[in-house]
């Protein structure tokens, strides 16, 4: 069994859109016996509820939760410091900002921007308020009114985190250093009694990287970061041109 890693945004979908090429190669490469884990720093709720269909298993919130159908397979939640250090650190810089639970979501600071969050998660999905000692979170989105406050924001949390932009919408998903993509592809080829040899990720943003370095083949999207290209075994097409179907293609997987 190999098992075949997928990140969201710019690499199996735009939006909640899959190409129809990608579908047909992923559910050939189901049907051979392999997995396919999504690999995303969006929430669980956002990844299941939207890409459920094409998956076996999930990797959410940037690396810090993973399960295979109801199993959970590892978990590593922030701390109750932590969440409080970046809500300090947001608030400055009246951002917008949730958090993320398994299946819960917290918004807090600047309220002009929770639209964007309601549009992306579902109108009413929201609670309200974001305690650092009340909540298990595992990853957050901030949001922001434009390039110039989304360069404050990656500057002030330099140190502890890493921006990954969501295209259209003015938000990110952040990876709060310490656990990753990387990180996710070792424990779940662990969990699952794979080899690393037998794993595949494909990607497109700068949070990708680890994860293309981890596995036993790395592929970037041809519309991928030059630094993700970088790093990767293989450089596909771009995601509008048949990039999945055509990298699966390359390694004899579907």
């Not at 650190?89 to 600071?109: N, P, Q």
């Amino acid at each position: 069994m190999r098992v075949v890693f997928f990140d969201i945004d710019g690499t199996l979908a735009t939006g909640t859109q899959v190409p129809k090429s990608a579908v047909a190669a992923i559910d050939r490469l189901r049907s051979n016996g392999d997995q396919v884990f999504i690999c995303t720093g969006r929430a669980r709720a956002y990844a299941q509820r939207n890409f459920g269909r094409y998956a076996d298993g999930f990797v959410c919130c940037n690396g810090r939760l993973a399960f295979s159908g109801d199993a959970r397979l590892y978990e590593a939640p922030l701390s109750s410091a932590q969440v409080a250090g970046i809500v300090d650190t947001l608030d400055a810089l009246d951002a917008g900002y949730c958090f993320f639970e398994e299946w819960t979501a917290h918004y807090g600071g600047n309220p002009a921007y929770r639209h964007i969050a309601e549009e992306v998660l579902g109108l009413g999905a929201l609670e309200n308020g974001v305690d650092p000692n009340g909540i298990r979170a595992y990853n957050f989105d901030v949001y922001f009114a434009d390039a110039e406050q989304r360069g404050r924001i990656d500057e002030a949390l330099a140190d502890t985190c890493l921006l990954n932009p969501h295209g259209p919408h003015p938000s990110a998903d952040m990876t709060v250093l310490g656990v990753d993509k990387g990180d996710a592809v070792r424990n779940v080829a662990a969990a699952l009694g794979v080899s690393i040899a037998d794993t595949y990720a494909f990607g497109d943003g700068i949070n990708d990287i680890c994860m293309l370095q981890a596995a036993g083949h790395g592929i970037a999207m041809g519309n991928a970061e030059e630094r993700t290209k970088a790093v990767a075994e293989f450089v596909t097409t771009a995601i509008d041109d048949d990039g999945v179907a055509n990298g699966l293609a390359h390694y004899g997987l579907a």
